[in-house]
């Protein structure tokens, strides 16, 4: 194996190295604050709902707020908002520990701080995410990404086991204190890095045309959508075991908070295991058939540790687990980030998390439900029933393969010198290009132009169509709309490498003795709403 091909290639980069460090810090305390908010729910409160919404708590806003923050991702300077976010968890972090410190907690109020923090990971997720690619090349993004995953169960192997030892000799509080110490190491990597992002010269999108724009450029990416349903998929079946791993340690094993960071870091030296195979396996099956095989694993771990009253053998059952979890949810994040440019990475991984933490949240939800209402044994077993046609739904939507499309921008656009003054803003923009294409041709041009229909839609065209002179049969006319001029051009930048083969079998296409003619106008009314109004006679219009 090459030193390219190896899963430590992306530690050769001193940034992703240095924040690489920096995160496991933090995910260690993130870890210690999670078992110190299980187990006071478990002392607080003697619903089983309310145990297992702790941890719905934290991948609700995630659900809520991550597309958001993708926005943001791709139109501000991420480092800037994950520092935002870390500094909003780190104040957070310091009132949760005071008013555990002062014995103020009550059930709802705790829901409430994770709730919170729940809010500042929405917020750094996309960022941190969509700046792996800033920190390392494309070929090393698959396995920075399975890095990023071990680094996160390296700390879920011996974090939570920490943490049950320090609830269990100084109470929650002290686990919610040693959390807001872990966020330091990372802000300071943060204020240390300075990375160079490309100027753009259009001004900023707005929130909600960006948000629209994210939305737009999923829905017409198929391959990332089977991602997106399959995500979802796994995080309302998977949930289920850490949702009820605390009922697990308490009712099934008979155990307190030390058998229950054990059983976390089990799971978690499982991820590890997942995380360090992944790249091989990634060499000889498919994605679909790694994902299934993730699916039918988790299933056969939620079983096992619903039917298992020994502590040993649920642990064995949870290092299954962990794996499973890494090797599905890192092949989706890669996949995503891989089948998405970098105008549109932050929005695409953020739906990819809504998703996915949907599903969390919702399976949380659910299986506590199921658990308060049958046992936490059979609540298990239903899960992995659920996970079984998590596995079967890959016959129909199978998951794409990695492919090294060139995403970089195309850079063939060049704005075209107007005789009319125009403002930024100015629009609605109508394009229309001429096409003259033989009628051996017609076939296989409505083929690529279907593709063209989509690309152009994707990257926020509207009203596209495409029509066909009826007194010259040979002239074929396609005509899309932008709302303003800045958008058009906006638009025109999208375009990337893997785009051009799509023009350029257009143009092959293409019978004229020059390039296609292209024609752009902006559309303007004859009169206006008011001046039809102040009208008292008909118009003459002879």
Not at 94 to 108: A, E, Q, R
Not at 219 to 244: C, Q, T
Not at 265 to 291: D, M, Q
């Amino acid at each position: 194996m090459t030193d390219r091909a190896s899963p430590l290639a992306p530690f050769r980069h001193d940034i992703f190295r240095t924040v690489w460090l920096a995160s496991l810090s933090s995910n260690f305390g993130s870890l210690i604050q999670s078992v110190g908010a299980a187990w006071m729910m478990t002392t607080i409160s003697d619903s089983v709902d309310m145990v297992a919404l702790v941890q719905a708590s934290t991948a609700l806003p995630i659900m809520l707020f991550s597309l958001i923050s993708g926005a943001l991702a791709d139109n501000f300077n991420r480092r800037r908002v994950m520092l935002v976010a870390q500094c909003f968890m780190l104040g957070v972090s310091v009132v949760l520990t005071l008013f555990s410190h002062f014995n103020l907690i009550t059930p709802w109020l705790l829901l409430c701080f994770t709730f919170l923090i729940g809010c500042g990971t929405a917020l750094n997720n996309p960022s941190w995410q969509a700046s792996v690619g800033d920190m390392v090349p494309r070929d090393d993004l698959p396995n920075a990404v399975a890095l990023n995953s071990m680094g996160f169960n390296i700390t879920r192997s011996v974090g939570p086991a920490i943490g049950g030892v320090i609830v269990a000799v100084a109470g929650a509080a002290a686990a919610f204190a040693v959390n807001t110490i872990s966020y330091l190491p990372l802000i300071y990597a943060l204020f240390r890095w300075q990375p160079k992002y490309d100027a753009n010269p259009l001004p900023r999108e707005t929130l909600g045309r960006a948000i629209s724009a994210g939305l737009r450029y999923v829905a017409m990416s198929p391959n990332i959508g089977k991602v997106i349903f399959r995500s979802f998929i796994f995080g309302l079946s998977a949930s289920a075991v850490l949702a009820l791993l605390p009922l697990v340690a308490r009712d099934l094993v008979h155990g307190g908070p030390l058998v229950y960071g054990v059983m976390l870091g089990s799971f978690g030296i499982g991820a590890i295991a997942g995380a360090l195979i992944s790249a091989r396996l990634r060499e000889y099956l498919s994605s679909e058939a790694i994902v299934r095989i993730a699916f039918i694993g988790f299933a056969v771990s939620a079983g096992l540790t619903a039917v298992s009253s020994n502590v040993w053998s649920t642990n064995v059952a949870l290092l299954l687990s962990g794996a499973c979890w890494v090797l599905a949810l890192s092949l989706f994040n890669v996949t995503v980030q891989l089948s998405t440019p970098r105008w549109v990475v932050g929005r695409a991984l953020s739906l990819y998390q809504t998703t996915t933490f949907g599903g969390i949240a919702g399976g949380s939800w659910l299986w506590g439900v199921a658990a308060g209402q049958y046992g936490a044994d059979r609540a298990l077993l239903a899960s992995s029933i659920v996970m079984l046609f998590g596995a079967a739904i890959g016959l129909r939507y199978a998951l794409p393969e990695f492919k090294t499309l060139n995403l970089d921008p195309l850079n063939r656009f060049s704005e075209p010198l107007l005789k009319l003054d125009l403002k930024p803003r100015s629009g609605p923009i109508v394009i229309m290009i001429d096409y003259v294409i033989a009628e051996d041709d017609v076939p296989d041009f409505l083929e690529v132009m279907a593709a063209r229909r989509r690309v152009r839609i994707r990257d926020g065209a509207g009203h596209w169509a495409l029509m066909r002179d009826l007194e010259n049969p040979e002239i074929w006319t396609e005509s899309y709309h932008t709302p303003t001029w800045v958008e058009y051009v906006r638009h025109n930048q999208r375009r990337t490498q893997a785009d051009a083969a799509i023009g350029d079998r257009i143009r092959a296409l293409h019978r004229g003795l020059s390039e296609p003619r292209v024609h752009r106008m902006i559309e303007r009314q004859t009169i206006l709403p008011h001046d039809i109004a102040a009208h008292k006679t008909p118009i003459d219009l002879s």
